[in-house]
């Protein structure tokens, strides 16, 4: 194992354990509100991290959170890549007109600003945890199944495609058996490029007041309340976005160590959307 | 060329037309009724009537639909439901500004690309290689708005260099030089945040590109003919290399306008990004649509317009012989 993939499975377990065992190390509720003595307490033996302007723990806010940050990363990648492989399959396996539709609708996809596509689509219903993971799948599908279209075909026309085709296997067994062992490093890798992404994603519609909503914590949202205090407490701002960077450099070099790794995926820059401070 | 320059065109075309229909479709999915934000609540019925017959609400989807697109085609945007004027105006006093910021900003982008791409080819395999890669990559995982305000509590309120928002100094009439000057000033930090933070993505691809360019043949010739090293690379090499960095100029618009949604929020940027966020929490329509399908046409023209740089800049690569992607 490389060093950087040693790295980043350390930083990354840390965000893990800490969000598994949150109730463990901080039996308190992150809600809880303290006492108008409590309020807007810079960091202290008291307060590790301080308290934010209703009084409210920061360690604990900012470990709680961490479950919601994770949580939506997760389940939003998952989802994503599951539609981008279907489609990508879709689009491979499928007839010639099936193609040019499934990879027309991609690339009318990838001509929205992802970050104004999914506004748009916050827009329009209330806001809540599971919306936000809708959000970010739908609007984070379309690489993924660019990669599983180009690469299933070259695939189909590999002997061992055509022998199992050859031989009477029934179409859904190939995709099974044959096609996704092959797809599979290329998907763990794409899915781990994304989650970056998607959590940068999750903090920012949680900023805008578009995510989760109390009593959900989220990292994006403490710093928005942190903004309001940026004069009289620097504190509130800085902590939830240092552990967002923490995770997403950990999981950015997560990607980068199983790409080097399996040598799949996209190569050079491509590994990140080029020039994306739109996702964050 | 002329068929294949027509095709790309007529895709272009076909692309907008379906983008537009999208945005329309989505927008009036949207559970509510517009004209209730417009709306007094003790209004009459008849009068709640008259203005939905103002707005042409009373009418049917799809008649609303060729309504809009005939608006669309004759620049007419429709009213914003909030500022209460005609939405071409909103965003062409909007767009102009998100430029000055995105243009610098992708200059900037590029410059900073260039030299650490160069910088990591050169080096390549050393410990500053190794290193602006992490350090790239940390910069890359930062999330921007963040970045912004810790910007904004270091040198706005902490050392008080840089103002924290807006375009101008409210408080202060200015003319002529020190008018640009507070601009810049403006300027500075949202430029930053919106250029550097995402040049690591364009740099990889520098990096690479120029790492596979010295091991041409070309570069062994122009060595062996005692080029100076210095030369070889930027003269020679590089040159190939930004060849392909010329079409991302289309890949990365999406991501800048999306940036500048980032940007424009928390330096309070009256540009487009804000006007769109705006429209999204007081539900104004007309703009929330119009500003998608705007932001949607400007990525499909941009690639259009790279496409074909790219045919014109390399004629290796004639448009007829790009295959699909």
């Keep these: 194992m490389s060093r950087s993939l040693l790295l980043a499975l350390g930083m990354l377990g840390l965000v893990v354990g800490v969000a598994l065992l949150a109730d463990m190390i901080v039996p308190e509720s992150p809600s809880r509100l303290g006492g108008v003595e409590e309020t807007l307490l810079p960091p202290g033996p008291d307060h590790l991290l301080g308290t934010d302007a209703l009084g409210r723990d920061l360690l604990a806010r900012l470990i ?77 599908w379309m690489v993924v199944a660019r990669l599983v279209r180009a690469e299933v075909l070259t695939l189909r ?10 031989l009477g296997a029934r179409p859904v067994e190939v995709v099974w058996n044959h096609l996704l062992p092959h797809l599979l490093p290329l998907i763990v890798v794409a899915a781990a490029l994304r ?85 964050r | 060329m002329i068929l294949e320059l027509g095709r790309r065109l007529l895709t272009a075309v076909l692309m907008i037309a379906a983008l537009v229909t999208i945005v329309f479709v989505l927008a009036h999915l949207a559970p509510g009724d517009p004209a209730d934000l417009v709306m007094d609540p003790d209004m009459g019925l008849a009068e709640r009537e008259a203005l939905r ?36 105006h909103i965003l062409a006093e909007a767009l102009p500004r998100t430029m000055l910021l995105t243009v610098p900003a992708y200059i900037v982008h590029l410059i900073v690309a ?14 500053l290689d190794r290193t602006l890669n992490l350090v790239g990559l940390t910069i890359y995982s930062l999330p921007a708005f963040w970045l912004a305000l810790m910007l904004i509590l270091v040198f706005s309120f902490g050392l008080g260099w840089l103002p924290a928002s807006g375009m101008h100094d409210p408080d202060v009439v200015l003319t002529g030089t020190s ?25 990889r691809y520098v990096r690479s590109g120029l790492i596979e360019a010295l091991d041409q043949e070309y570069i062994t010739a122009a060595r062996a003919r005692g080029v100076p090293e210095r030369a070889v690379v930027w003269r020679h090499a590089l040159r190939n290399t930004l060849l392909p960095i010329v079409t991302l100029v289309g890949v990365n618009l999406p991501a800048l306008l999306g940036g500048a949604v980032v940007v424009e929020t928390v330096f309070a940027w009256p540009g487009m990004g804000r006007v769109a966020v705006d429209a999204i929490f007081t539900r104004d329509y007309p703009v929330i649509l119009a500003v998608t399908a705007l932001s949607g046409v400007l990525v499909v023209l941009g690639n259009l317009i790279a496409d074909l740089l790219y045919g014109l800049v390399d004629p290796r690569v004639r448009l007829d012989r790009k295959g699909r992607s």
């Design chain 2, 114 to 127: 260039c030299g650490l791409g160069v910088l990591m080819a050169v080096r390549r395999g050393t410990w």
């Design chain 2, 179 to 203: 008018n640009l000057l507070d601009l810049i000033s403006h300027m500075i930090m949202p430029v930053l945040v919106l250029g550097v933070a995402s040049a690591m993505g364009t740099a």
């Design chain 1, 157 to 166: 026309e590999r002997e061992f495609i055509l022998s199992a085709r050859g």
């Design chain 2, 53 to 88: 017959t103002q707005l042409g609400l009373d009418a049917s989807l799809p008649v609303q639909y060729v309504r809009w697109i005939g608006g669309l085609l004759t620049g007419d945007l429709g009213r914003s439901l909030h500022q209460h004027r005609p939405v071409s």
């Design chain 1, 195 to 279: 989650l970056g992404n998607a959590i940068l994603m999750e903090a920012f519609l949680s900023f805008l007041g578009l995510g989760a909503q109390e009593p959900i914590v989220s990292w994006g949202a403490m710093i928005e309340h942190g903004r309001r205090h940026l004069l009289d407490g620097w504190w509130l701002a800085t902590w939830p976005g240092l552990a967002i960077s923490w995770t997403v450099v950990a999981v950015n070099l997560l990607g980068d160590a199983l790409r080097d790794r399996h040598d799949a995926g996209p190569r050079g820059g491509e590994s990140h959307d080029p020039g994306s401070v739109a996702e």
């Design chain 1, 64 to 140: 709680h959170a961490a479950r919601t940050s994770l949580l939506v990363g997760f389940a939003s990648v998952a989802a994503a890549v599951l539609l981008g492989t279907i489609v990508g399959l879709a689009a491979g396996l499928g007839p010639r007109w099936l193609d040019r539709l499934l990879m027309g609708l991609t690339d009318l996809f990838l001509s929205f600003p992802r970050v104004i596509l999914a506004l748009l689509l916050v827009s329009l219903v209330e806001p809540s945890l599971s919306v936000v993971i809708v959000v970010i799948a739908v609007t984070g």
